[in-house]
C-alpha cells in the first residue's frame, strides 16, 4: 500500500497532478450547480412579482 | 443540427435527456479510467510511474482544445445567423475551457519536472498553449467589460474566431518547430504508436472527461436560459410599471 503511494519516488508529481485535477473539476462542478441555484431563485422572485402586480 | 437545437424550446427538451445521460456516462467512465489509470495499467519502461500523468494532462489538453474549437464555431453561428442559443453555448463553454487548459499547463509542468528537469520552458508547444488559455480569459474578460450585452456578445464571437486561427499551431508546434514536448502517438496518420496497455485508460479517460465536460457546458446552458427568462421577466415588469 504504501508502495503504491509512493509511486516509484514520483509520488511528488504523480498526486499534485491528480489532485489539482480534481481540484480544477470539482471547482467546476460547484460553480455550475450555485450559478443554476441562483438562476431559480432570481426566476422565482421574478415570477411571484409579476403574479403580485398582476393579481 | 444546429439550427434544429437553435430554438430555446427545443434546446430545453434535448438538453433534459442528454444533461442526466452525459451526467452519468462521465462519472462511470472516469471511475474506470482512473482505476485503469492508477491500478490496472504498468508504468513506463522509460518514465517509470509519471506515466500516470499522461491520463489527466492528455485529456485535458485535448479538451482545452476542442472545447475552444466548439467555443469558435458556436461564435461563428451566432455571427453569421444570430442564432441566441449559439451565444449562449459559447459564453457557457469559456470558463470550462480555461479550467481545462490550466490543467492541462499545471500537470504537465509537473511531468515536464521530472522527465525534462524544468517546470517550464519557452517552448512552442507549451507557449501555444499559454496562449490558448489566455484566449478563454481575454474572452471571459471582455464579456465581463461591456455593457451592452449584445455589443459584448459579438465583439466576444469576433475575439474567438480569430483565436481558432492558434489550435493548428498548438497541434502541429511539435512538427513546425524543434520541441521539448513529444510527438503525436495517439492521433496521427498511421495509427497510434502507443502500446494499448496504455491507450486504454487514456482513452476511457478522455471520453469520460469529454462526458464531464459535455454535461458542464450543457448545464450551463439550461441556467443561461433559465437567468433570461427571469431578466426578460423582469424587463417586463419594469416597462408595464
Given at each position: 500500500m504504501s508502495e503504491f503511494f509512493a509511486m516509484d519516488g514520483y509520488a511528488a508529481f504523480i498526486w499534485p497532478a491528480y489532485g489539482l485535477t480534481a481540484l480544477g473539476v470539482f471547482g467546476l462542478v460547484a460553480l455550475v450547480l450555485s450559478e443554476r441555484r441562483a438562476a431559480n431563485a432570481r426566476l422565482a422572485r421574478e415570477e411571484r412579482d409579476v403574479k403580485s402586480e398582476n393579481p | 443540427m444546429f439550427s434544429y437545437l437553435a430554438n430555446p424550446a427545443r434546446f430545453d427538451r434535448f438538453a433534459r435527456i442528454a444533461i442526466p445521460v452525459s451526467g452519468w456516462l462521465a462519472l462511470g467512465l472516469v471511475g474506470v479510467g482512473l482505476w485503469f489509470a492508477l491500478f490496472n495499467s504498468p508504468p513506463d519502461y522509460q518514465q517509470s510511474e509519471t506515466i500516470r500523468i499522461m491520463y489527466v494532462h492528455v485529456p485535458a489538453a485535448w479538451l482545452g482544445l476542442a472545447l475552444y474549437l466548439a467555443m469558435g464555431v458556436a461564435s461563428f453561428v451566432y455571427f453569421v445567423w444570430r442564432h441566441p442559443v449559439a451565444d449562449v453555448a459559447a459564453a457557457a463553454i469559456a470558463p470550462i475551457g480555461a479550467v481545462f487548459a490550466a490543467l492541462c499547463l499545471i500537470t504537465g509542468s509537473l511531468w515536464g519536472?521530472?522527465?525534462?528537469?524544468?517546470?517550464?520552458?519557452?517552448d512552442a508547444r507549451l507557449t501555444s498553449m499559454l496562449i490558448q488559455l489566455l484566449l478563454f480569459l481575454g474572452y471571459m474578460a471582455l464579456r465581463g467589460a461591456l455593457e451592452d450585452e449584445k455589443q459584448a456578445a459579438k465583439s466576444a464571437a469576433i475575439l474567438a474566431m480569430a483565436g481558432l486561427i492558434n489550435l493548428p499551431v498548438v497541434k502541429f508546434s511539435v512538427e513546425w518547430w524543434a520541441s521539448l514536448h513529444q510527438g503525436?502517438?495517439?492521433?496521427?496518420m498511421d495509427g497510434p504508436t502507443i502500446d494499448p496497455s496504455q491507450l486504454t485508460p487514456l482513452l476511457v479517460m478522455a471520453i469520460g472527461f469529454s462526458a464531464l465536460a459535455g454535461w458542464m457546458v450543457l448545464y450551463r446552458m439550461r441556467t443561461a436560459l433559465i437567468d433570461r427568462r427571469a431578466r426578460a421577466l423582469q424587463l417586463a415588469r419594469e416597462a408595464g410599471a
Open positions: - | 519536472k521530472p522527465t525534462w528537469g524544468a517546470w517550464w520552458v519557452w503525436a502517438s495517439v492521433i496521427r
